[in-house]
């Protein structure tokens, strides 16, 4: 499946900030569905995940500012996050996700991901 996430840019500490990923496939509503971010020099991480029967993670990170949700008719899974800070400051992407042994790991190809950048 290809996804594509969009929606970064530029805001304020405080601010808020809508991401959206769009999927290719027809599947989509089959799948699970994660956001990532990647800052350079540091692994991946995952901040949130919902389930294709929509159960929902979030990372501690995250817990309380970001929320998930998805809509199966569009073939998107969107990331509203809230309360920015600087340290949120990374390039934001969508991958489909599985969860093996208690942890959740990806397992699709990484599309481009968006850039989000919060300003003190």
């Known amino acids: 499946v290809q996804l594509q996430a969009s929606g970064g840019g530029l805001v304020q500490a405080g601010g808020s900030l809508r991401l959206s990923c769009a999927a290719s496939?027809?599947?989509?509503?089959?799948?699970?569905m994660g956001w990532y971010r990647r800052v350079p020099g540091k692994q991946n991480e995952l901040l949130a995940t919902?389930?294709?029967?929509?159960?929902?993670y979030y990372a501690d990170s995250v817990k309380g500012r970001f929320i998930i949700s998805r809509d199966n008719a569009k073939r998107t899974v969107d990331l509203q996050m809230n309360s920015l800070k600087p340290d949120d400051t990374a390039v934001y992407y969508c991958?489909?996700?599985?969860?093996?042994?208690?942890?959740?790991?990806?397992?699709?190809?990484w599309g481009p991901g968006t850039q989000l950048t919060v300003s003190s």
């Open positions: 496939s027809d599947r989509f509503s089959s799948y699970a």
């Open positions: 991958n489909t996700v599985e969860y093996i042994d208690g942890t959740y790991y990806y397992s699709g190809s």
């Open positions: 919902i389930s294709d029967g929509e159960g929902i």
